[in-house]
């Protein structure tokens, strides 16, 4: 079928839509485009059809929403200038003149335009790096002063922040003997001040809110909040202080969420009317949506949290972090994603883990089935237990090898900014040294490769010459299939000591081995993202490759860093709140807009005779800074087929 392929060389995403004809799609200037985008190229057709399904938006040429598509959306609207945003994997806006009939469902969304018509297709990367560098000592109200710079990083402070993609990458941060703060990255006037003890145990739990809110972090004998027009103390007596943390960060986020219904995206949100529903007074969300942030957290923590308790999501994340100066330094990579933060004081954790690491050693030595292997080799990092708390993902930030939890390294994080872009095909290096492993090597692990745009290469019985040559080799993904042993992998010549790798070109990894933490730390040491191991012996999986369709229980992602924080399609939680996956399915959009012209304009709401029109009345939009938005990303491109 003929269409066009739009691809994200930097974060490898991609997808087809096809098109009523072969096109060849020309360059377009950026700066002709009213959206946020990286690149910009026009076609020739008569009908868009994508298989998928894609969320879509229809706005006018002064950024009204006039439509949201669901997949029981089936409409024609009149000829006029439209831009239609779209949830695609590469995000994705369409300009065009002319009627259109709208035809979504489940599986598709079709548009069938007036004849032929040139269509614009405008895309951007979603891919982020520091914006600037900011070099602290470890002197405690030094570190304070390089949190408080988080916040320069948002694109704007109005409720959209909400968005993943208003939530730029804060500075990264260097150790050094002075402070220093570039001009580029100074704290934003937000009239918000948040108070701490200026200890670790005390800075590290408020980054997050620091970064969400623009707050400035200042030394306090107290911790608590502070605004022109109220305090409000962090140390509850029931939660304590990193629960208050927590309480104000997700109560935040969800009234930010709510409060966005009445900007550029007025649509019916679920959360909204449960919001309503259980607050006693009503809250006048128009007014919020226009009020300054100090003013609008404010009146966030005017109401109770146990009347929103049941309205908050399940949160994606929960990094414990232990009390080294150097971990301010690995902060900046995980906030973007609004972590709840723990302190995991070292004592305690090393009393839970004390009991699992000798089960997992006893169980060890008593299921060794071949005496002639060398001795495991123990963790250079004593055995850590994450705390199991209600977050989807939970993961450990500083020295220590989790149990129960991902592993967050820095260099994963500066690996994934360094990474080159491409347009080929994803790369997938599999290597089974196994024979009695050799069921998960013929499986069709990777789909029909025939159909997906996958390049496989599946070797057997590697040396350790090869597969040090295929360590060293640029792939995407890097499947290891067989053993390790006293931290090296298992060939047929020997063993290859990880560390023998000085570098490595496969991003991501998964390594189905048992005891393969030490091996997959290197690796990404070496170069490589992030990606699966193993830390201990399965007792639902022995080693010899018996039941290797059964997944390890320990097996745990170690320091990608999007990876590590849920895989770079996770979905779960990341901008909207409860019921986000719903909305989803049933074709809800969750998306952002902002238009690049109209500085300061007026938006005039009116009802349509359209599905999912919003009524209200006529209100000036001024809490967006659209100027930051003008900042481009790496590019997105597409080509013809």
């Known amino acids: 079928m003929p269409g066009l392929t739009v691809l994200d060389p930097l974060e490898r995403s991609r997808y087809t839509v096809e098109t009523s004809r072969p096109v060849e799609p020309r360059r377009v200037p950026v700066s002709e485009f009213a959206a946020p985008v990286g690149a910009v190229t026009s076609l020739t057709t008569s009908r868009l059809r994508f298989q998928i399904m894609v969320a879509a938006y229809v706005r006018n040429a002064d950024g009204d929403l006039i439509l949201a598509a669901d997949p029981d959306t089936a409409t024609t609207l009149p000829a006029d200038e439209y831009y239609i945003e779209l949830s695609t994997p590469v995000k994705t806006y369409l300009h065009f003149h002319s009627g259109v009939e709208i035809d979504a469902s489940n599986e598709r969304l079709a548009l069938t335009f007036d004849g032929e018509t040139t269509v614009e297709f405008g895309a951007r990367s979603r891919h982020t790096r520091p914006a600037g560098t900011v070099t602290t000592t470890a002197d405690p109200e030094d570190v304070m002063a390089a949190i408080s710079t988080f916040g320069s990083a ?70 608590r909040i502070v605004t022109d027009g109220t305090i409000h103390s962090l140390d509850h007596p029931e939660r304590g202080f990193e629960g208050e943390v927590e309480r104000v960060l997700k109560q935040t986020f969800l009234f930010d969420c709510v409060t966005r219904t009445e900007g550029l995206y007025r649509v019916d949100l679920h959360e909204r009317q449960r919001v309503e529903s259980s607050v006693d007074r009503r809250l006048d969300f128009v007014a919020l949506y226009d ?18 308790a049941d309205a908050v999501p399940t949160w994606r994340l929960a990094v414990h972090v232990t009390n080294e100066f150097e971990n301010v330094t690995r902060l900046p990579y995980v906030l973007r994603n609004l972590p709840v933060i723990r302190t995991a004081g070292e004592t305690r954790a090393a009393e839970d883990a004390m009991a699992t690491v000798t089960d997992i050693r006893a169980f060890a030595r008593a299921a060794e089935s071949d005496a002639n292997r060398p001795a495991e080799r123990v963790p250079e990092e004593d055995y850590v237990t994450v705390p199991d708390i209600d977050t989807l993902e939970r993961a450990w930030l500083g020295k220590g090898a989790p149990v129960g939890g991902n592993k967050l390294l820095r260099s994963g994080f500066e690996n994934r900014l360094a990474r080159e872009q491409t347009t080929a095909d994803i790369e997938i290096t599999i290597v089974c040294n196994d024979s009695k492993m050799q069921a998960e090597w013929e499986t069709a692990l990777y789909g029909n490769r025939d159909d997906l745009p996958f390049d496989v290469t599946a070797r057997r019985d590697c040396s350790t010459a090869e597969l040090r040559e295929l360590l060293h080799r640029r792939t995407d993904f890097f499947h290891y299939i067989g053993h ?16 023998d790798v000085d570098s490595t070109g496969a991003n991501m990894f998964l390594l189905n081995a048992c005891r393969s933490y030490a091996p997959g730390k290197h690796l990404v040491e070496a170069g490589s993202i992030g990606g699966y191991r193993h830390l201990q012996r399965d007792r639902k999986r022995r080693c010899d490759g018996d039941r290797t369709n059964h997944r390890s229980t320990s097996q745990r992602r170690i320091s990608a860093s999007r990876g590590a924080l849920g895989g770079s399609k996770s979905t779960a939680c990341r901008q909207s709140v409860r019921g986000r996956r719903r909305r989803e399915r049933r074709g809800r959009p969750v998306g952002e807009w902002y238009p690049q012209r109209h500085v300061r304009r007026t938006v005039r709401r009116r009802r349509v005779r359209t599905p999912s029109a919003v009524v209200s009345d006529e209100r000036t939009l001024d809490g967006f800074d659209r100027h930051a938005l003008h900042r481009r990303r790496p590019d997105a491109v597409s080509r013809g087929r």
């Open 154 to 223: 948002l694109k704007t402070t109005s409720p959209e922040r909400s968005f993943t993609t208003l939530r730029g990458h804060p500075p990264a941060v260097e150790l050094g003997d002075t402070l220093h703060v570039p001009d580029d990255v100074r704290p934003p006037q937000t009239g918000i001040r948040i108070e701490v003890p200026p200890d670790y145990e005390s800075i590290f739990p408020v980054a997050s809110l620091a970064y969400y809110l623009g707050a400035k972090l200042v030394p306090g004998r107290v911790p």
């Open 291 to 308: 009020a300054p942030i100090a003013e609008r957290l404010e009146t966030y923590l005017d109401v109770p949290f146990s009347t929103l």
């Open 484 to 499: 390790v042993e006293d931290g090296s992998f298992v060939c047929p010549d020997g063993a290859l000591d990880p560390t």
